[in-house]
């Protein structure tokens, strides 16, 4: 059964981007059925919210045309979970203090779901002290308050009353329900992206990785619950779940150290950064100048992060390390999980079409060291970072 989200609008000019809102979560494929105030049906049309939702509004207690269920009853328990945006200072004031008298009220006193409350309102009203004391009541009957940002209002003054945007109300949502807890309390460092090795203040050596795939690693074991810890190299990406700690790192060295010193606390360990295997010996401080002849670098191998946190492994930590092969590529993908002292070694090959470097995809096969093998489809990156989760979870 897919996931379900009932909206609540209430009537503020902030109304206009819970349209916005019930798009992201529809997008998200949730089911959305949204409950307005009166007041709210004087900001967005009704046929707006109905298009939108794919649901028929419920904001009419005594509509004859209703079905026999008593509406709010039925609504107040349908989702998952209980969304009210914009929350204004009266709504706020009813859900507090135990009003009833319109459809929005009447389905937030009879839910038992989380509810969400994000409220939008002029800076005076946020703070006056009746409201505060309404969110704080709030607060201490369960809601998840999305408390409101600083920023341009609509009355012409800037301060803090904003509502938050709606991608952040959607992403609290969805993290929320989307939480597992088969990891919770676990912590998980995963490795990310590219290395950069100084040659001289303005050029480096790097490579293609994006950093994708570990992101989607830390994402997905965040999902399941777990306090990560991404140890990212350069790149653009962005961590989005807030159970995700990241620690931007640029060379193999400092990619290294980071590792080291957080390996000793961590339940498990996914290296998937491309960690560059040579530095520059001697990186210049000024500029090397082109000159007449060609340049010669002399480079030096850099700390094997991996090998040397295999070496240290304690009972009960696992570690899980990459291996990206251009031609003997199980019997070496084989010798890495030895030599390395790894529980796993997940291949990539770069002769798939489709996986490996800069692709949205990848296709991977994962080695135990119990002599267990699975090979994947080409899929999703997102796809393949549960998939090997997955594999961890059950060994
Ligand atoms: N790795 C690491 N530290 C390094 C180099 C690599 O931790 N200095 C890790 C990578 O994050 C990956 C695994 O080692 O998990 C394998 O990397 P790969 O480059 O395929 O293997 P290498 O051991 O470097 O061997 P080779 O390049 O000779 O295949």
């Known amino acids: 059964m897919g996931r379900r989200i009932v ?3 209430s009537g503020g000019i902030a109304a206009y981007k819970s349209l916005y809102l019930i798009r992201l979560f529809k997008g998200a494929g949730y089911d959305v059925k949204v409950a307005a105030t ?3 049906l004087q900001f967005v049309t009704p046929l707006t919210i109905e298009t939108l939702s ?4 419920y904001c009419d207690m005594f509509d004859l045309n209703r079905t026999l269920d008593v509406e709010h009853i039925a609504l107040a328990e349908w989702g998952d979970a209980v969304v009210v945006a914009p929350a204004t200072a009266n709504i706020i004031g009813k859900y507090a203090n135990g009003i009833a008298n319109d459809a929005v009220s009447t389905l937030l006193l009879a839910t038992k779901r989380p509810v969400f409350v994000a409220p939008a309102m002029n800076t005076s009203m946020f703070e006056d002290s009746s409201v505060q004391r309404n969110i704080a009541t709030l607060k201490e009957k369960g809601c998840l308050i999305l408390s409101p940002e600083d920023g341009f209002l609509a009355c012409g003054t800037t301060g803090k009353g904003r509502m938050q945007e709606p991608e952040a109300i959607f992403r609290a949502v969805d993290e929320h329900l989307s939480q597992g807890n088969e990891w919770s309390g676990k912590r998980v460092m995963v490795t990310a992206g590219p290395t950069y090795e100084q040659i001289d203040p303005v ?6 990785s994006s950093g994708l795939m570990g992101f989607c690693l830390a994402e997905e074991a965040a999902r399941k ?3 990560v810890t991404l140890v990212a190299g350069p790149t653009t990406l962005t961590a989005k779940h807030s159970k995700i700690k990241r620690i931007d790192v640029r060379s193999a060295q400092e990619m290294y150290e980071q590792c080291i010193s957080l390996a000793g606390s961590q339940d498990i360990m996914i290296m998937a950064a491309a960690v560059a295997d040579f530095t520059p010996a ?3 401080d000024e500029k090397i100048k082109k000159g007449e002849s060609g340049l010669t670098l002399e480079l ?3 700390k094997d992060i991996l090998a040397t946190i295999g070496k240290g492994k304690r009972d009960g930590q696992t570690l899980v390390g990459f291996a990206l092969e251009t031609q003997n590529e199980v019997e070496n993908a084989k010798k890495k999980l030895h030599a390395k002292n790894a529980d796993f070694i997940v291949l990539n090959s770069l002769r798939t079409k489709g996986a490996g470097f800069q692709t949205k995809t990848n ?3 994962i080695f135990g060291k119990d002599g267990s093998e699975f090979s994947s489809e080409l899929m999703d990156k997102s796809e393949i970072a549960a998939l090997i989760l997955n594999t961890i979870h059950a060994y």
């Open 38 to 40: 009166a007041n709210a």
């Open 203 to 208: 050029r480096f050596i790097g490579n293609n």
């Open 300 to 302: 030096t191998k850099t």
């Open 363 to 365: 296709q991977v096969t």
């Open 7 to 9: 909206l609540c609008i």
């Open 225 to 227: 619950g777990a306090d």
């Open 282 to 284: 001697n990186p210049a």
């Open 54 to 57: 794919q649901n028929r509004l």
